[in-house]
């Protein structure tokens, strides 16, 4: 029997499906159903990857394929999962996306004319790496300074242009995170880049302009989407993590300890004295004001407003980042609830609130392979 026929009899056998995030500092699964045309939570966990390397807790590590594979084995017993069948996602710092201006000239010519010209951006041989791509909807094309009743330069460069939205993933990460996931006993049927996975979860107006800030161990993405389309990505090389590193230097304590002190205190609130929340607040305001400067960029670019900001991540459930987020960026700012797009007890909702944000991923994931039942 094929593979594919086992995954296929699998489907039959088991409705449940798997959303499986691999990150630097942890890995995280979401089992779910389709239930009477619901998503229900079935289970959930997340397994923290620094102890595997000696570390702490929330520290990133780096992890051959095979500790991989154990450590995603040993999360899928604590978290009783019962399915096979599941979707990964891919780090966006293992990939690239890119938005390209290209002469309308139709898919035909286009589908040898796209590959030609992303050897501008991708830095290794074409042969090495995967590519994707799909064309922006002419109702989503952003042809220049919209606030403006004259023609701009952009919009003069981009007469008789199409956007092309394009992805290029490296064959060999495909591979090695493949052979993570079959080496734990899984069956993936696809990857995809973890901020699809992210805006699946995600509730906002098509057309509307959505910034995204997800706060990791070593580094902080973010990203400006619109009607699915990563119109914006940025990496800011500062994240949870360093917060817990300024407070462990500061008062001269353990990692660890620091960790504790960053999760219990928060950010400084009015009136707060010189302590750790000071500390932790240093290192985040750093963070937002880098990520206002790529929203303000973009307003000024594309004369299009950014309607709100969603906090996502492990790093955002941070007490007081949504205030300080409030304060410092200039559109309105909320955590992310992506255990909202499932059904489970209601006993489960401050809980599931409260971890959210770091399990958007992995959610989103689940969802997309819960599509593939339909």
Excluded at 36 to 58: D, M, R, S
Aim: aromatic share 6%.
């Amino acid at each position: 029997m094929s593979l594919l026929d086992k995954i296929i009899n699998s489907f039959k056998k088991n409705k449940s499906v798997l959303g499986v995030d691999i990150s630097s500092s942890s890995i995280k699964v979401v089992q779910i159903k389709k239930e009477k045309g619901a998503a229900v939570l079935q289970t959930y966990g997340e397994l923290a990857l620094g102890p595997y390397t000696g570390l702490e807790k929330g520290r990133s590590t780096s992890l051959s394929t095979e500790k991989l594979s154990g450590a995603l084995k040993d999360l899928l017993k604590e978290s009783n999962v019962t399915t096979k069948n599941c979707g990964v996602a891919i780090p966006m710092s293992s990939s690239l996306i890119n938005l390209v201006l290209m002469p309308d000239v139709g898919l035909k010519r286009l589908q040898t004319m796209v590959p030609i010209e992303m050897r501008k951006y991708v830095p290794v041989p074409m042969s090495e790496v995967v590519i994707d791509w799909k064309l922006v909807p002419k109702e989503d094309f952003i042809p220049g300074h919209a606030f403006s009743s004259e023609e701009s330069e952009l919009e003069k460069s981009r007469r008789g242009k199409v956007e092309v939205f394009v992805v290029a993933i490296h064959k060999e990460t495909i591979e090695n995170y493949t052979q993570i996931v079959r080496n734990a006993g899984l069956l993936p049927s696809f990857l995809e880049i973890e901020i699809f996975s992210t805006i699946r979860t995600i509730f906002h107006k098509p057309g509307e302009g959505v910034m995204i800030i997800d706060f990791g161990s070593a580094t902080t993405k973010v990203y400006i989407v619109e009607s699915g389309i990563v119109r914006e990505s940025h990496i800011i090389n500062r994240g949870s993590q360093d917060i817990t590193s300024s407070i462990s230097k500061a008062f001269g304590i353990s990692l660890s300890k620091a960790e504790e002190l960053k999760r219990e205190e928060g950010l400084l609130g009015e009136g707060g004295k010189e302590d750790s929340r000071q500390i932790s607040s240093l290192v985040v305001e750093d963070i937002l004001r880098q990520a206002n400067g790529i929203l303000l960029d973009y307003q000024k670019e594309f004369g299009k407003n950014v309607s709100k900001v969603i906090l996502s991540g492990g790093g955002s459930i941070l007490k007081g980042l949504p205030e300080l987020a409030n304060k410092t960026l200039s559109a309105e700012a909320e955590v992310s609830d992506p255990f909202k797009t499932l059904k489970y007890p209601a006993f489960l909702e401050e809980t599931l609130k409260l971890a959210g944000p770091e399990f958007a991923v992995s959610i989103g994931v689940a969802l997309r392979k819960l599509e593939e039942l339909q």
